[in-house]
C-alpha cells in the first residue's frame, strides 16, 4: 500500500533523507554536504512508504507566497510505476493547505517532460546546480 507522509518524527524524517541519499549522493554523485544542506533544519519533509518501505521523497521552503520543492526522489526499484507523480501531487496539496499561490523547483533537465506533464512551465535557460544541468519551472496553484 502506497502512503505519503508530511514527515515530523525523527524516524519520518531519516527515512526521507535516506531516499535523497540513495538517489542523490549514491546514485548521481551529489555531494552529501549539498545534498543535506542548512534548509533541512527548517523545511517540511515529505516521505513516501510503499508497504512501509520508504520508496519516495521531497522537501518544500515556503518563500513568500511560494513554495519551494526541492529534492523530490524515488529510489530507483520503484521508478516508472506513477510514484513521482503521486508524491507530487501530495506535495502540491500540502502547498495548497499553506495558502500558497505557486509552486517553484529546479528540475534536472532529463525531467522536464515529467514536469511539464504535470503543469509546470520552464521559466530559466539551463543552468547548473550540485554540477547537474537544471531548469526553473514555475506552476500556478489552484486554490
Known amino acids: 500500500m502506497l502512503r ?3 514527515a ?3 524516524r519520518d524524517i531519516a527515512a526521507a533523507k535516506k531516499v535523497r541519499t540513495l538517489v542523490f549522493v549514491d546514485e548521481q554523485d551529489v555531494d ?3 545534498e543535506h544542506d542548512q534548509w533541512d533544519a527548517t523545511a517540511i519533509h515529505i516521505v513516501g512508504y510503499f508497504n512501509d518501505q520508504p520508496i519516495a521523497a521531497a522537501r518544500i521552503r515556503k518563500i513568500n507566497q511560494q513554495g519551494k520543492i526541492q529534492r523530490v526522489a524515488i529510489i530507483k526499484e520503484a521508478r516508472q510505476q506513477g510514484y513521482g507523480k503521486a508524491v507530487m501531487r501530495f506535495v502540491e496539496t ?3 493547505d499553506l495558502d500558497l499561490d505557486e509552486a517553484i523547483l529546479n528540475a534536472q533537465t532529463h525531467a ?3 514536469y511539464q506533464d504535470l503543469g509546470y512551465q ?3 535557460e539551463p543552468f547548473y546546480e550540485a554540477g547537474i ?3 526553473k519551472m514555475i506552476k500556478k496553484l489552484n486554490r
Open 133 to 135: 544541468e537544471h531548469v
Open 112 to 114: 522536464l517532460k515529467f
Open 94 to 96: 500540502v502547498l495548497q
Open 4 to 6: 505519503f507522509i508530511r
Open 32 to 34: 552529501p554536504t549539498i
Open 122 to 124: 520552464q521559466a530559466s
Open 8 to 10: 515530523t518524527s525523527d
